[in-house]
């Protein structure tokens, strides 16, 4: 028994190496194609390699990449939140109901921001972990619910922060010179996700959970709670995303966030997570994020019809989904 348990150990340490050698393998991929993508833009348009513009990709890349970092969660544990898009306008409406309508002041009406987004997401964990309502389903009720309540709660008009002060400068102030502060604050989430998901209990639960569901119920977890508060915790990133679009438009668009959810899916199905679940990290979702953000800025500069970037952009997708298809069944 001590030599099969042994054999049995060791078995398992060297599939988790060959597991994640392979993982670096999909990063370095990934980083891979952002480069070839950065420098093909750089050869055809003179004006794309530039510092300003530099930032200007890192700048446009703070919504989806925050959206994209929260649903790394979810995605990992083999779930998927097809609200987080409009959500995000409906956390913007809200941010500009506690500040603009009831006068919060900044420093509580920005958590209360983001306190809505997570029960958004908690909602959206009861559905799916309580009534078993599939992921699909239950996220795509609360994408309609929150389209509607963010039309609903700002009469479907723009809320304006033109007399809440600082509250741009969220977004475009600049702590460190020449560096928005949008661009830092993406930076702070990644790195605390990225450990939470790496050296925390919620982080070893989520991707036990994408890996194999009923043997981690099996094992005596609680899995159905450890689903609430994964869908909870991405819905705090959904709040975040509302304020970091609104105070860069300077105002709440009720209208806003379709299509966000798409962008911010295949951004972390190009960073290497696989829709299986079970496999994924938040270095890698940034790299997705920042090849959808290079794609976007790279295509306008180069005057390509909106229609047609969306074509591209649906592309990608497809290509990303296809993908992880072919990783799963290698692995």
Known sequence: MTVVKARADE???????????????????????????????????PFFFSYGNFIAILFST?????LSVGTTF?????????????????CAVMAGVFMVNMHLPLALGVPLTILFGGLMGLVNGV???????????ATLAMMLVAEGLALVLSHSTPIYFSN????????SGDLIPNLPNAVL??????????????????????????????????????????KIAIYAFAGLFTGLAGIMISARLGSAQPATGMGYELQAIAAVVLGGTSLSGGKGSIIGTLIGALIISVLNNGLQIMSIPQEWQNVI??????????TDRIRKREA
């Open 127 to 137: 559905n799916v972990a309580i009534l078993r309502i599939p992921p699909f389903i």
């Open 313 to 322: 952009l649906g592309a990608v997708i497809l290509v990303a989904v296809y």
């Open 74 to 90: 979810v995605i990992i544990s083999a779930g998927i939140d097809l609200s987080i898009g409009t959500g995000m306008a409906l």
């Open 185 to 226: 604050i993406l930076l702070v989430i990644a790195v605390i996700a990225g450990v939470l998901l790496t050296k925390s209990v919620l982080g070893r639960y989520t991707y036990s959970i994408g890996s194999n569901e009923e043997a981690t119920a099996l094992s005596g977890i609680d899995v159905r709670r450890w």
């Open 11 to 45: 078995g398992q340490r060297a599939g988790g190496m060959a597991g994640a050698i392979k993982s670096r393998l999909q990063q370095l991929l990934a980083f891979g194609s952002l480069v070839v993508i950065y420098a093909f833009f750089s050869i055809v348009s």
């Open 62 to 66: 703070v919504v989806i990449g925050t």
């Open 164 to 171: 809440v002060g600082g509250y741009t400068d969220l977004s």
